[in-house]
């Protein structure tokens, strides 16, 4: 009896060091956070998951999953979609806003790090006043770009930041079934989630001042908060 109790003790004294052991070789156990989105491809309506904007390019009827798995310290994105155009490239990343009426909504790219903001911006109260006396305005190219804030495509792309390191990029070339999928990681997570997937008319570029423009965004997956 006590040669049993002792053996019992001695037993998950060995399991409990064999476990912290192995959890605490890199890192306290892991246990990935997953957040995933599926839609079915459709013309825009409110509250829509999955709109296209191109059904030539992405069919409506299409199907896109997306799935965010994350530890403490990395990140995984997988991308599937079905029924595109067989054989042919897309860009495709995860961008910072939900999907809307226009591809625009989903705003810029999802970023790990972020250029500075412009001192600019935060500190120039001055320019509203002065912008005030109206019909000026419209020939100011600053304050018309300004106004035109809520349709503007995209800003310009920095390449130090615009790059599959510090961005999700997923492009796809499709198979002949019109099939797709890709994988990203990253050894960093998300300080705010990627609210959606932007499939874009082509394949992403990589070099110069155009890196990360991938054409026109063509549909649009919204990715939950
Ligand atoms: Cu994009």
């Known amino acids: 009896m006590h040669r049993v ?3 019992l003790l001695l037993l998950s004294v060995i399991v409990a060091g064999g476990c912290s052991r192995s959890a605490g070789g890199a890192q306290p156990a892991p246990s990935p956070r997953v957040t995933s989105a599926t839609g079915t491809f459709a013309a825009y309506t409110p509250g829509a998951t999955a709109v296209t904007y191109d059904p030539g390019l992405v069919p409506a009827g299409a199907v896109a999953t997306v799935s965010i798995a994350q530890t403490s310290g990395d990140s995984r994105v997988w991308f599937t979609v079905a029924g595109l155009l067989p054989n042919r490239g897309y860009g495709v990343h995860l961008h910072t806003n939900p999907c809307g009426a226009t591809g625009a909504d989903a705003g810029p790219h999802y970023e790990h790090h972020r250029p500075p ?3 600019a911006a935060p500190s120039q109260p001055m320019p509203t006043p002065a912008a005030a006396p109206g019909s000026a305005s419209a020939s100011a190219p600053n304050s018309a770009s300004a106004s035109g804030k809520a349709s503007a495509p995209m800003p310009p792309a920095n390449p130090s930041y615009a790059n599959p390191q510090n961005e999700v990029w997923l492009d796809i070339t499709t198979r002949a079934d019109g099939r797709g999928s890709a994988v990203a990681t990253h050894p960093w ?3 705010q989630p ?6 874009h008319a082509t394949p992403t570029k990589t070099g110069g001042a155009d890196a990360g423009d991938a054409g026109a965004r063509v549909a649009c997956l919204t990715l939950p908060a």
Do not use: A, G, N, W
Request: glycine share 0%; aromatic share 6%.
């Open 189 to 191: 997570t998300f300080d």
């Open 117 to 119: 903001v412009p001192p």
């Open 194 to 199: 990627p609210r959606s997937l932007v499939i």
């Open 5 to 7: 109790t002792k053996l």
